[in-house]
């Protein structure tokens, strides 16, 4: 039977929202494919109790089992460094088709070098598609190619695949799709110090951006007082960001849905955070629509502007969006 | 001090430019070598890295390089950084091309070297780079042992430092050795290439827009 890993981040004690949705993507898809899920935390010393309530939160998101490692190794920054060794160590014992990182600065970080690791293939922000022809549900990768938005699909477990890794978008809370574990496994911190050492840390102030679950891109031409409406009435996680800005954790952001409003094109910075499942709407021109890639729905406001958006979000449809 | 900017033969992204505008503030113009690797000439991608700011520029050109996978390429590059003798590597963290930001990693995996992505500050002292990156909800500085290998992202914000005296460009051509150990896996990890599928949906209003997105 074959295997899927999803790693798990844990801040503040909380297992992330983007966590919890990759693990929701990977049940989604196991279950056709007859597949397991494994929810792996890698994470600084941590109580029973709270690895217990991961355990619990992480199984009712879909996974079948839920390994934890906690060490103080782990507490830190979660680099190549530090995660990469028992991450290549796990997947030589689970031999998984597929690891999944959630959205965030943890799969640019540990992705790649895992795949360098285990031989594989990795996509960067993909989605996860079940493709039905006639036969037996095959599980493929989908990314956009960054040059121009062209899609990039890739076969996972077919016969002659390598393992694959990938990085998913941060996604809305799910419903609940499996059950709390009964049992957390825990597995030891391979021995080796790392050769990285953190001098200092404080919050980080692009946090909110890096894992979006949506995001508000908004034409220059918008006026100020749109603006302001629309960072007023934007959906709870939501972000918005004008043409021009370059908000720290951009470069990192990779939402579940892309709202784009105004005449301009979004910026290329903006555009890059798409995935091919990404849900992207457009309210504004044609010249909105560039290079999106892929339109899910739009809306042509009148004269009027985006009043009458910021007049939908902040009613009936608000609470909509945000579930 | 060698500090070797790994650049994309085919034109320097937003991403690599903002690591060489990253290197020339931190080093000494002349500790900054630019490379690339392709089986034809990159001089056009090496000569804006050279107008950036890099005051050396070199290419590993090779025929086997048109079919590398990514593995390959970063076997080629690590390489090409022994030659070099670098200290310290910093590349975009992902291309305008394919954007996958797997290079690099690559790179670090053969070059046996610490792979830190996002770097967004950095100093180099003491055989350590120090570091400012975003991770786990932190923003932490680290000190990274020497040689390691950095990504900057392309909205780091560094004022380029055009150097329209930067002398004519003359490109260093890396021979490497055991080509052929490197051509060994031909197979590629990119996948199929479609035209993606665009059927909107027209919105009636503002509301229907949020309810269908």
């Known amino acids: 039977m074959a295997n899927i890993i999803v790693f798990v981040e844990v801040r503040r004690d909380e297992t992330t929202l983007a966590s919890r949705f990759a693990v929701g993507e990977a049940r989604r898809v196991a279950s056709e494919l007859g597949a397991t899920v494994y929810g792996v935390i890698a994470t600084g010393p941590a109580s029973e109790a709270a690895i217990a309530m991961h355990g619990k939160v992480i199984g009712e998101a879909g996974a079948d089992r839920v390994l934890c490692c906690a060490d103080a190794a782990l507490g830190g920054p979660l ?16 031999r998984p088709v597929l690891t999944l990182f959630p959205a965030g600065a ?53 016969a002659h695949a390598r393992p694959a890794v990938a990085t998913l978008p941060a ?30 840390s404080e919050p980080d102030d692009g946090e909110a951006i890096e894992l979006a679950p949506a995001l508000l891109a908004v034409g220059s031409d918008v006026k100020a007082a749109d603006l302001t409406a629309l960072r007023a009435a934007a959906p709870p996680g939501a972000v918005v960001i004008r043409d021009g800005e370059r908000p720290p954790g951009i470069d990192l952001a990779c939402p579940a849905r892309m709202l784009v409003a105004g005449k301009a094109a979004a910026a290329a910075i903006v555009r890059r ?10 309210a504004g021109g044609k010249a909105a629509e560039k290079d999106l890639g892929r339109i899910d729905v739009i809306w042509r406001p009148a004269k009027t502007g985006l009043s009458p958006l910021v007049a939908a979000l902040n009613g009936s449809a608000r609470s909509e969006v945000a579930r | 001090m060698r500090v070797v900017v790994c650049v994309e033969p085919w034109g320097l992204s937003d991403a690599s430019r903002a690591a060489v505008a990253l290197a020339v503030r931190v080093f000494p113009r002349d500790a ?8 034809s000439s990159a001089t056009a991608a090496l000569a804006e890295a050279q107008e950036l700011g890099a005051f ?36 975009g963290a992902r291309s305008d091309d394919e954007g996958r930001g797997i290079v690099p990693a690559a790179i670090a995996h053969h070059w046996k070297a610490p792979y830190v992505p996002h770097v967004e500050e950095l100093a180099v002292s003491g055989g350590e780079a ?84």
């Open chain 2, 56 to 91: 050396r520029t070199a290419q590993v050109m090779e025929e086997s390089l048109e079919s590398l996978d990514v593995g390959g390429l970063g076997k080629t590059l690590s390489q090409a950084l022994l030659s070099l003798q670098a200290d310290l590597v910093l590349c």
């Open chain 1, 171 to 200: 996604g809305l809370a799910s419903r609940l799709r499996g059950a709390p574990a009964v049992e957390v496994e825990m597995l030891p911190y391979p021995a080796g110090a790392s050769a990285v050492r953190e001098l200092s």
């Open chain 1, 106 to 158: 943890v799969g640019p970080a540990l992705g790649p070098p895992l795949a360098m690791r285990l031989g594989g293939l990795f996509h960067a922000r993909a989605s996860l598609e079940l493709v039905r022809d006639g036969g037996a549900p095959r599980l493929v990768l989908r990314r956009f190619r960054a040059a121009d938005g062209a899609v990039r699909t890739l076969d996972v477990a077919g």
């Open chain 1, 273 to 282: 955070t798409l995935t091919p499942g990404t849900r992207v709407a457009v």
């Open chain 2, 130 to 213: 120090t570091v400012l990156v975003r991770s786990n909800g932190r923003k932490r500085k680290l000190a990274v042992p020497l040689p390691a290998v950095l990504t900057v992202g392309a909205s780091l914000t560094v004022a380029p430092a055009i150097r329209p005296d930067a002398h004519p460009l003359s490109v260093e051509i890396l021979r490497l050795g055991d080509a052929a150990q490197r051509t060994l896996n031909r197979s590629s990890d990119l996948g199929t290439l479609e035209k993606p599928k665009r059927k909107p949906v027209a919105a009636s209003s503002a509301s229907d827009l949020l309810r269908r997105w």
């Open chain 1, 79 to 94: 680099l190549d460094a530090e995660a990469g060794p028992f991450l290549a160590g796990l997947c030589e014992r689970l």
């Open chain 2, 32 to 39: 900054i070598t630019a490379l690339a690797a392709t089986d």
